[in-house]
């Protein structure tokens, strides 16, 4: 399998424009987690899905920030208006489920968002 | 709420040496917990995982834990540091947040690992 993908690699935008980071999860994995890292906070969970629904988005920051899945093997995450303080690492995880003591989240290589 | 401290925020040793990282956890039951590695550029990497039954466990890349419940600790040791394992380091908590459903992973604010000849 080729893991988890997420694009772009990098992004670099203005103050103000839309951004939007997409994921593919593993197939057959049911449980999608979009994370933030940053130096101040460390790595944040931001919201996760459970066969393509919300389950817990507690940690999106703001309503700027919005998360679909419109099927198993896609998801985004877009922030409406970027702003400096949003310039972080975006990772994308992906688990199967029903969890069990099995479970392990397997990370994609991140997405890194800066904001000027 | 499960909470995760990693009191060292870097590291040196010299490659060769013995490497112990530290990892103190808050919850209230039984926790599950992991240390994931994430090199530069790079997403995080499972290491090794404790879920129940034996508090020291193995994982890969020569690296151990031992899970202490009465100092709510699992450092993570390798006896012979290689040059190639500096990265850094990120221990985490689980707990199930209903039956039968997803166990909420909380990640500590990792510790830098840094290997000199």
């Known amino acids: 399998d080729a893991g988890v993908i997420q694009s772009p690699r990098h992004e670099v935008t203005e103050m103000g424009q839309e951004v939007t980071l997409r994921c593919k999860p593993i197939s057959g994995h049911d449980y999608l987690f979009w994370y933030r890292q940053t130096m101040m906070r460390g790595l944040e969970l931001l919201i996760y899905?459970?066969?393509?629904?919300?389950?817990?988005d507690s940690g999106m920051p703001e309503d700027r920030f919005s998360a679909k899945m419109p099927n198993a093997s896609f998801s985004t995450l877009k922030i409406q208006p970027s702003e400096p303080r949003d310039s972080a690492v975006y990772f994308c995880?992906?688990?199967?489920?029903?969890?069990?003591?099995?479970?392990?989240?397997?990370f994609g290589p991140g997405t890194r968002l800066l904001v000027l | 709420a499960q909470s995760v401290t990693q009191p060292d925020i870097h590291i040196t040793v010299s490659e060769g040496a013995s490497l112990e990282l530290r990892c103190n956890y808050s919850y209230g039951a039984t926790p599950y917990l992991f240390w994931y590695v994430q090199s530069p550029g790079q997403g995080l990497q499972l290491l090794l995982k404790?879920?129940?039954?034996?508090?020291l466990v193995q994982g890969i890349k020569g690296f151990e834990a031992e899970f202490k419940r009465s100092q709510s600790s699992f450092n993570l040791r390798k006896p012979s540091v290689h040059w190639s394992d500096a990265a850094e380091y990120f221990c985490?908590?689980?707990?199930?947040?209903?039956?039968?459903?997803?166990?909420?992973?909380?990640f500590g604010t990792g510790t830098k690992l840094q290997v000199i000849p």
């Open positions: 899905f459970n066969n393509n629904v919300p389950i817990d």
């Open positions: 404790y879920f129940s039954g034996d508090t």
């Open positions: 985490a908590v689980g707990a199930r947040v209903n039956s039968g459903g997803y166990q909420k992973v909380t």
């Open positions: 995880a992906s688990t199967v489920g029903p969890p069990r003591e099995q479970e392990t989240q397997y």
